[in-house]
C-alpha cells in the first residue's frame, strides 16, 4: 500500500514558476514508477509527466515538454514537478499517481495509487 500527498500548489501569474511535491508513504517508493496528470474542470484527466522507478526514463505530454520537469528522490519517497513558464491553460489540479509494474505510461487506469490533488490556477 501506498499513500500519496501532493503539495506546492497555488495561485500565480502566467510566466511564473511553481514547484509540486508528492510524498508517498512505505518503505518501497523506490519501486514505484510515478507520474503527474492533471484535471482542469470541464476536462478529462490527461497525462502531464512520468519518471520510473530508478529516475532513468521520463515522459512528457506535448504541451508541457521543454517547460515542466519531473524528478525523483527515492531517499525522501518524494517526486516532484518543476513546472516553468506557467500559461493560463495549465490550470487544473494536479496529480501524483504510483504504477508498480509495466514502466511509465500516460494511461491513468494502468496507475495503482493516487494521491487527492492539489490545485494549481495561472492568472493571465
Known amino acids: 500500500q501506498v ?3 501532493e503539495s506546492g500548489g497555488g ?5 511564473a ?11 518501497t517508493f523506490g519501486v514505484y514508477n510515478m507520474g503527474w496528470f492533471r484535471q482542469a ?3 478529462e ?7 520510473s522507478w530508478s529516475g532513468s526514463a521520463t ?3 506535448d504541451s508541457v515538454k521543454g517547460r515542466f520537469t ?7 519517497n518524494t517526486v516532484f514537478l518543476q513546472m516553468n513558464s506557467l500559461k493560463p491553460e495549465d490550470t487544473a489540479v494536479y496529480y501524483c499517481a504510483a504504477r508498480r509494474l509495466g514502466g511509465v505510461t500516460t494511461t491513468g487506469t494502468l496507475y495503482d495509487y ?3 490533488g492539489t490545485q494549481v490556477t495561472v492568472s493571465s
Open 3 to 5: 499513500q500519496l500527498v
Open 11 to 15: 495561485l500565480v501569474q502566467a510566466g
Open 17 to 27: 514558476s511553481l514547484r509540486l511535491s508528492c510524498a508517498a508513504s512505505g518503505r
Open 41 to 43: 474542470p470541464g476536462n
Open 45 to 51: 484527466r490527461e497525462f502531464v509527466a512520468g519518471i
Open 59 to 61: 515522459s512528457y505530454a
Open 70 to 76: 519531473i524528478s525523483r528522490d527515492n531517499a525522501k
Open 114 to 116: 493516487w494521491g487527492q
